[in-house]
């Protein structure tokens, strides 16, 4: 089985503009989470989609925003990029909504804002 | 790499000899803990779980062991290899709501340094 692929790798933007980011889950996964990483925060929960559904958020500003197709992909987008967002954004698909179930990661989209 | 952060905990251990990371984690209704793997330039990856009505979970070459009474976490690692140079996390589920959501908490993490 293919795992979780994200797109793009790599992404260069300025401030103030916006970006997306796709994430493709593991065939048979209908629940996509995305995660914040930075060296000083560490890794952040940004929010779950499952069934087309946000179903959690994490403390993040309303510029973060996403949602899920009914193929289970997900895109996420951060419009008036800030040098803060600056990251790599990390997209984790499971089975289905149980808490026991173990999450699986994509690489990672590395995200830099000039 | 992407996961090491500017103040990294740092655990420095020869090849072939065990080590342990430890962890502490903040929430008591927490119900599921993960510890994951990430190598430079590359995601998280799962290495074992454990329920919180358990204190002791064995995997190939790890144990994770689970002490609700003091809240902490600590991975085993036998045999120590290079291939195991990596950052470690865990991680805690703080909604016990039966799996009605999967928002992880993740540690800072600990640099694993395996010295041939």
């Known amino acids: 089985k293919a795992g979780v692929t994200q797109t793009p790798r790599y992404l260069i933007k300025t401030r103030g503009q916006q970006v997306t980011l796709s994430c493709s889950p593991i065939?048979?996964?209908?629940?996509v989470s995305w995660y914040q990483q930075t060296p000083g925060q560490g890794l952040q929960f940004l929010f779950e989609?499952?069934?087309?559904?946000?179903?959690n958020k994490g403390n993040f500003p309303g510029r973060f925003s996403g949602r899920q197709f009914s193929n289970s992909r997900s895109e996420m987008n951060v419009s008036t990029l800030e040098l803060g967002d600056s990251a790599l954004y990390l997209c984790?698909?499971?089975?289905?909504?149980?808490?026991?179930?173990?999450?699986?990661f994509g690489p990672g989209t590395r995200l830099t804002v000039l | 790499g992407e996961s090491v952060g500017l103040h990294l905990p740092t655990l420095s251990v020869q090849e072939g000899d065990n080590s342990i990371i430890n962890c502490a984690y903040s929430?008591?209704?927490?119900?599921?803990f993960i510890w994951y793997k990430q190598e430079s330039g590359k995601g998280p990856q799962f290495i074992i779980d454990?329920?919180?009505?358990?204190d002791k979970r064995q995997g190939q070459r790890v144990t994770v062991l689970l002490n609700k009474t003091v809240k902490h976490l600590s991975l085993q690692i036998a045999a120590t290899q290079p291939g195991d140079s990596a950052v470690y996390f865990c991680?805690?589920?703080?909604?016990?709501?039966?799996?009605?959501?999967?928002?992880?908490?993740f540690g800072t993490g600990t640099l694993l340094a395996v010295q041939p």
């Open positions: 984790a698909s499971r089975p289905g909504t149980s808490s026991f179930n173990e999450q699986f």
């Open positions: 991680a805690e589920n703080p909604e016990n709501y039966g799996g009605a959501t999967n928002k992880l908490i």
């Open positions: 929430n008591s209704a927490s119900d599921y």
């Open positions: 989609y499952f069934s087309e559904t946000q179903r």
């Open positions: 454990i329920r919180s009505n358990m």
């Open positions: 065939s048979g996964h209908r629940s």
